[in-house]
């Protein structure tokens, strides 16, 4: 991440003794003349900067002086790492000892390494003209986070919604009490797979072997214990122990099925192979908890052996069939074990040199930051689609079509009936939406239809995206920003598309969360047939993962609350259509029944659309309504009366209260609700006047409640929306009169709205004094910090309180996200409760002024805290799911277009962010 600069000052105040003794160089120099003195210290042009992550950073200073002619002839820059415990200078970093140089601007840093959050205090020694040295004031600079992964454990956080898990739900835990390690195999000499594992030192391993030392004879099992080094492992105490010997001999080359079954309660290991016992050992009171997983070879030309093996299918289960960890090897760039190549979809493990005596052990590698989802799939006809990243509700989602035939156009590259992989996005109700695709270029167009090839999805936490096709890379994503990692997978098929899907696997962070060939003819999806051992998804249909990967079950919406009001205006459409808002939650969602004489050679059309988060549906929706009026003779220039029947079910239409439509909205998009109305302009020449709005809302018992009644004459505009508004319609001789493009205007239901608020409570240490503070922090749209009732900002060289607004800043979300750098210090309360409250607006990200670049997303925040106390321990606060969230503030609206609406009803940031504010359900 960038990060941006502001001032900051530090009061500093030193006795001259102290000055000279700590701060001039030790050099005979005589004093320059007391009227040149040296000011303006800045490290990278700021003026004692926090949050700096320039690793080479500037300095640079003015000579300020009277006296005629004066000039720097030489100058000495002295930086102390300063300890803020102590308050005292550690060590100096850097000396520069006397360079003869007139220049004082952007003189790179040239010390020891900077450190990531800490504090440096600088002074510069320059000498005049007359070779007099003139000391300056301290100055400081502190850094930022320098570590690339210093966000790594810090979440974005965002407001809850319907479908997002249950944070409070118990985490599930596989019994491990028996697991069982099972794998196919091929080997020459030996093979060692490696088991129960903390690191490379400390691991069981039981070794399969051919070709024994010291001509011993036959193909043994040889248990093994590394604690530090490695012994064979003899807890049964068996006589001149060289393992336990097979009845039967094993044969380089040949492949074979091993199977581990690890009892930690009964403390016994059982060997198979190829579905039979070969052996069962007591192991003592050796702790065989379920750890990482590995192999171990050796060579030893002395000896005559070298030992290499081709592992495939490594899989390892828990006693209630959890599925631990599961590798094909199908990929090679992605196998999980930190050494080893994949050769023909099996992973190769031997020592690097066969002259050399050696041995190495090839080991599990962490695999946090990950996810992997595989699957076989076999085109009958059209395309496959593979959906991913999906939430827990299955509502938001990526999808890969595999497309043998592709003709388009995808983010300006061209493609011309060929294979690709089109990257699509589906967000809720709204309609999805291809925007990107890549060529597949290791597979003919022929070779698609009818047989089976392979597709791996892998992503990180970093929403970094591969898709591989039979192995080779066919897309990448850097920027997927909802991507999720818990939710549902699937496939989805359109009206002509048929394909076989089989071998199903998804990991997260390496552990595998669905594992099945659908050979037991169950299918755990919630759509297509299964049958001889395959999934078949066929016509225009979805079929979405039963239950989530991670087994947490999404949180059920509340139920739609009963819908029922009429809308009524009188409308003069002085131009070519009129449109009616109505049942509006925000700009992005809301429904608009449209008039129009225009699009169908004159002829009045009723066209209905459906505004769902950003996206307009109306495809397929309009209806011919001619025979009803004609649009020339009787509608245009003509006051006429439309009056909407709304229910969760439908929106029955009437003119001059002739019904002329009943909408249906079984399957539609959008959520009906008895929201804001309005009225909408979205083209040239779209122009009209309304008059006598009026909404009735209607209970369970039929009982009407005046909602909205405008007839305008009292000349207030009831409406917000777009930009400029203000002059593109207005109220003239008591009619609300629209002109072209003027955009959506709704009324506004305050209770409904408000600004996104991140609340976390902490106690500083009762026993110790906090030295230091620091925040630092960024944002999906612009925040604000409170802390302990106090607005976050800094003191500027004269003294005055001052605010850095729209924080972090512009940035292309696409490619970097800037953060910034707060000292909170004097604002966190000693050994005591304390309180820190983020406020968001909608800014760059996702305000109207973005016009939805970077889709029509939730804001976010996040943030880590860094306490250090005076015996030099910190505590860090990042920001994850323990933070509160609500929008129950005083800023309602926030956008860089259309301004704040701020309620004063409600509690203001500064009451919010103290301890004595007592937190409820909002």
Not at 308 to 324: S, V
Request: hydrophobic content about 35%; glycine content about 8%.
């Amino acid at each position: 991440m960038a990060m941006r600069k502001r001032n900051r000052v530090v009061a500093w105040i030193v006795a001259l003794a102290l000055l000279v003794t700590m701060m001039v160089p030790s050099l005979a120099v005589s004093a320059a003349e007391p009227d040149t003195t040296i000011q303006n210290l800045m490290v990278d042009n700021v003026t004692n900067p926090i949050g700096i992550d320039n690793k080479t950073p500037y300095f640079s200073w003015n000579m300020q002086s009277s006296v005629v002619g004066q000039k720097q002839t030489a100058y000495q820059i002295v930086v102390e790492k300063w300890n803020t415990v102590n308050d005292k200078a550690e060590k100096t970093v850097w000396d520069t000892g006397k360079v003869s140089s007139d220049v004082s601007i952007d003189i790179a840093y040239a010390g020891e390494a900077l450190q990531s959050s800490s504090t440096y205090h600088w002074h510069v020694t320059v000498w005049d003209k007359d070779d007099k040295s003139v000391v300056s004031d301290a100055a400081t600079f502190e850094m930022g986070l320098l570590e690339e992964n210093a966000f790594d454990d810090v979440h974005w956080i965002r407001m809850p919604k319907a479908g997002d898990p249950d944070p409070d739900a118990p985490e599930q835990v596989a019994d491990t009490s028996v697991y069982t390690i099972e794998s196919n195999f091929k080997f020459n000499d030996a093979v060692g797979f490696v088991f129960a594992g903390t690191d490379k030192t400390h691991f069981y391993m039981w070794q399969l072997n051919n070709n024994m030392e010291n001509g011993v004879e036959g193909s043994y099992i040889r248990p093994h214990v590394w604690n530090g080094g490695g012994a064979l492992f003899n807890p049964e105490n068996v006589g001149n122990f060289n393992g336990y010997k097979l009845d039967q001999d094993l044969v380089n080359g040949q492949t074979y099925n091993f199977k581990l079954v690890v009892d930690t309660e009964n403390k016994t290991v059982t060997t198979y192979l190829d579905g039979q016992e070969v052996n069962k050992m007591n192991t003592g009171d050796a702790n065989l908890s379920y750890g990482k997983l590995g192999f171990r070879q050796a060579t030893n030309p002395a000896q005559g052996f070298v030992e290499e093996a081709w592992i495939d299918d490594l899989k390892a289960t828990a006693k209630d069939g959890t599925i631990l960890f599961y590798q094909d090897f199908s990929l090679a760039s992605d196998t999980q074990f930190d050494g080893g190549e994949v050769v023909d979809g099996q992973l190769h493990v031997k020592c690097e040199d066969d002259n050399v005596q050696s041995d190495k052990v090839f080991f599990e590698k962490d695999t946090e930051n990950y996810y992997r989802f595989d699957v076989d799939f076999t085109i009958n006809s059209g395309k496959a689609g593979i959906m991913y990243g999906s939430n827990a509700a299955g509502s938001v989602y990526y999808y890969s079509q595999i497309n043998p035939s592709y003709t388009g156009t995808l983010n300006g590259v061209n493609y011309n009936n060929e294979p690709a992989v089109v990257q699509n996005f589906k967000d809720g109700s709204a309609a999805a939406y291809g925007f990107d695709g890549g060529k597949i270029t290791n597979v003919a167009q022929d070779d698609f239809i009818g047989k089976q090839h392979h597709v791996t999805v892998i992503a990180n936490y970093g929403k970094q995206v591969w898709i591989y096709v039979d192995g080779v890379e066919a897309k990448y994503h850097d920027r997927l920003e909802d991507f999720s990692f818990d939710g549902k997978i699937g496939f989805t098929s359109d009206a002509d598309d048929d394909v076989t899907y089989d071998n199903v696997c998804v990991k997260i962070d390496g552990q595998p969360q669905v594992l099945t060939d659908f050979s037991t003819e169950e299918n755990i999806f919630d759509n297509g047939t299964v049958k001889d051992g395959t999934l078949n998804v066929a016509g225009a249909t979805n079929a979405f993962l039963t239950g989530t990967l991670t087994g947490t079950e999404p949180v059920e919406p509340e139920p739609a609350e009963p819908v029922h009001f009429t809308y009524e205006a009188d409308l003069t459409i002085t131009g070519d259509a009129a449109g009616l808002v109505f049942s509006g939650t925000d700009s992005n969602n809301f429904y608009m029944w449209q008039l129009n004489g225009v699009d169908h050679d004159g002829q009045l059309y009723l066209r209905p659309h459906i505004w769902a988060n950003g996206t307009a549906n109306y495809n397929g929706y309009e209806v011919d309504i001619s025979q009803y009026f004609d649009f020339a003779t009787e509608i245009q220039n003509k006051q006429i009366h439309v009056k909407l029947d709304v229910t969760n079910d439908a929106v029955v239409t009437y003119i001059n209260d002739v019904k002329v439509n009943t909408f249906d909205l079984t399957g539609k998009p959008g959520t009906m609700v008895d929201g804001c109305v309005g009225f909408r302009s979205g083209a040239k020449g779209e122009t009209f006047k309304a008059d006598n709005l009026k909404v009735v809302s209607y209970d369970a018992e039929g009982t009407e409640t005046v909602k909205y009644d405008y007839n305008f004459d009292d000349g207030i505009n009831p409406f917000g929306g777009s930009a400029g508004q203000a002059s593109s319609s207005q109220i003239v001789d008591g009619q609300f009169v629209v002109a072209e493009n003027a955009g959506v205007l709704m009324t506004k239901d305050l209770s409904k709205l408000g600004m996104p608020m991140f609340r976390k409570s902490f106690d500083t240490a009762a026993e110790k004094e906090v030295v230091s503070a620091k925040v630092y922090a960024s944002s999906l749209g612009v925040y604000d910090l409170y802390v302990n009732g106090e607005r976050v900002g800094y003191t500027n060289a004269d003294g005055e309180k001052m605010y850095d607004e729209m924080k972090p800043g512009w940035t292309d979300y696409n490619e970097r996200i800037l953060y910034y750098s707060h000292d909170i210090t004097d604002l966190v309360k000693q050994h005591g409760s304390n309180v820190i409250l983020a406020t968001m607006g909608s800014g760059w990200w996702t305000g109207r002024v973005s016009y939805g670049t970077y889709g029509y997303k939730d804001m976010a925040f996040m943030a880590k805290t860094i306490i250090t106390y005076s015996d030099g321990s910190q505590e860090v606060i990042n920001t994850d799911s323990s933070w509160k969230t609500s929008k129950n503030g005083v800023i309602r609206e926030a956008d860089i277009w259309d301004g704040e609406t701020y309620d004063a009803n409600y509690p203001s940031p500064a009451e919010i962010s103290t301890s004595d504010y007592v937190e409820d359900e909002s």
